[in-house]
């Protein structure tokens, strides 16, 4: 009972947009195509197995999904959107190009058979449950597949949708300095992975075993790749508020406070995920236990916002 209660904030999340006159059916579509996404594709794969990993195929595509409803909204005006089609193009391709990359790297994963375990951060979720006394593992599992599926239905995407109602034509400032945070957070998120990525190949070349990154971006954050990730979601809040006169002239006073409300919670729930949940903190957990000089790079580096390197010993 109390791991359903996950559910209730991002159930909220939904309604909000499903009370909606301007964002309504954009909304409503987008949350039965995610609620189909996850269960044909997360869902039953996780029953089946006992893992959660089939999350990181569901999810990214989700994101996919919230950009071709807000094109279909603000480009072809359907779904109930009115959008201007350039500024909903710009950031239907934000999502695309977010959950595409992650998407097609977690297919890549699991036609390699690297989803026939247990991905760490959801071993993590497992030890977690066990702490707190949570006997029935499958449940647990199938409500946290939920909340990621809600998540994609609520609040991810209220960047995309009250842009795409948004019919007021030409790109202002604050929305190419939007553009401009997430396209370069997304690009420094991929070099971050790259320089993870090469570091493993280089190790495992000459034979070592459970080194510590330290190259490039990863000497000056411990998960820059997630701190860059979650930059991406600030950089679409920032996007979206000249939106906001719109939605508020469009909507009864109570739902536009709630969904621009909604849109600034975007950045805790990301970042919750992203240190606690899925990201740093379940890495971390193994990554103490099976690579010795990790713990001292945990005294020197910082765990998510990147900063200079301590000293050694500090």
């Given at each position: 009972?109390?791991?359903?209660?996950?559910?209730?904030?991002?159930?909220?999340?939904?309604?909000?947009?499903?009370?909606?006159?301007?964002?309504?059916?954009?909304?409503?579509?987008?949350?039965?195509?995610?609620?189909?996404?996850?269960?044909?594709?997360?869902?039953?794969?996780?029953?089946?197995?006992?893992?959660?990993?089939?999350?990181?195929?569901?999810?990214?595509?989700?994101?996919?999904?919230?950009?071709?409803?807000?094109?279909?909204?603000?480009?072809?005006?359907?779904f109930g959107g009115n959008g201007d089609p350039t500024r909903t193009l710009l950031v239907a391709a934000?999502?695309?190009?977010?959950?595409?990359?992650?998407?097609?790297?977690?297919?890549?994963?699991?036609?390699?058979?690297?989803?026939?375990?247990?991905?760490?951060?959801?071993?993590?979720r497992e030890v977690r449950w066990r702490r707190a006394g949570i006997e029935n593992l499958a449940l647990?599992?199938?409500?946290?597949?939920?909340?990621?599926?809600?998540?994609?239905?609520s609040y991810l995407a209220i960047p995309a949708f009250v842009i795409a109602a948004n019919p007021e034509?030409?790109?202002?400032?604050?929305?190419?300095?939007?553009?401009?945070?997430?396209?370069?957070?997304?690009?420094?998120?991929?070099?971050?992975?790259?320089?993870?990525?090469?570091?493993?190949?280089?190790?495992?070349?000459?034979?070592?075993?459970?080194?510590?990154?330290?190259?490039?971006?990863?000497?000056?954050?411990?998960?820059?790749?997630?701190?860059?990730?979650?930059?991406?979601?600030?950089?679409?809040?920032?996007?979206?508020?000249?939106?906001?006169?719109?939605?508020?002239?469009?909507?009864?006073?109570?739902?536009?406070?709630?969904?621009?409300?909604?849109?600034?919670?975007?950045?805790?729930?990301?970042?919750?995920?992203?240190?606690?949940?899925?990201?740093?903190?379940?890495?971390?957990?193994?990554?103490?236990?099976?690579?010795?000089?990790?713990?001292?790079?945990?005294?020197?580096?910082?765990?998510?916002?990147?900063?200079?390197?301590?000293?050694?010993?500090?």
């Amino acid at each position: 009972m109390k791991k359903t209660l996950q559910l209730l904030p991002f159930l909220a999340g939904w309604l909000v947009l499903l009370l909606s006159s301007t964002l309504q059916t954009m909304g409503l579509v987008n949350g039965v195509l995610q609620m189909v996404l996850f269960l044909v594709v997360v869902c039953i794969p996780a029953q089946r197995t006992g893992r959660m990993s089939y999350v990181d195929i569901g999810w990214p595509w989700g994101l996919v999904v919230i950009g071709a409803v807000a094109v279909a909204g603000g480009v072809f005006h359907v779904f109930g959107g009115n959008g201007d089609p350039t500024r909903t193009l710009l950031v239907a391709a934000v999502y695309g190009l977010v959950g595409g990359r992650m998407g097609f790297f977690a297919v890549k994963l699991w036609r390699a058979g690297h989803l026939d375990r247990e991905l760490p951060r959801y071993r993590y979720r497992e030890v977690r449950w066990r702490r707190a006394g949570i006997e029935n593992l499958a449940l647990a599992r199938q409500v946290e597949i939920l909340v990621q599926g809600l998540a994609n239905a609520s609040y991810l995407a209220i960047p995309a949708f009250v842009i795409a109602a948004n019919p007021e034509s030409g790109l202002g400032f604050i929305e190419l300095l939007g553009l401009a945070i997430a396209l370069s957070a997304l690009a420094l998120e991929t070099v971050a992975d790259t320089q993870k990525a090469r570091f493993i190949a280089r190790s495992k070349k000459a034979g070592e075993r459970n080194q510590v990154c330290t190259d490039g971006l990863w000497r000056y954050s411990r998960h820059p790749n997630y701190f860059f990730e979650w930059m991406v979601w600030n950089g679409l809040i920032v996007m979206t508020l000249p939106s906001l006169p719109h939605l508020f002239r469009s909507e009864s006073l109570p739902i536009a406070v709630l969904v621009t409300a909604g849109l600034f919670y975007i950045s805790r729930v990301m970042y919750q995920t992203l240190v606690y949940f899925t990201g740093a903190k379940p890495a971390e957990y193994f990554s103490v236990q099976k690579r010795p000089g990790y713990a001292e790079y945990q005294r020197t580096t910082n765990i998510f916002f990147p900063g200079p390197p301590r000293p050694a010993g500090e």
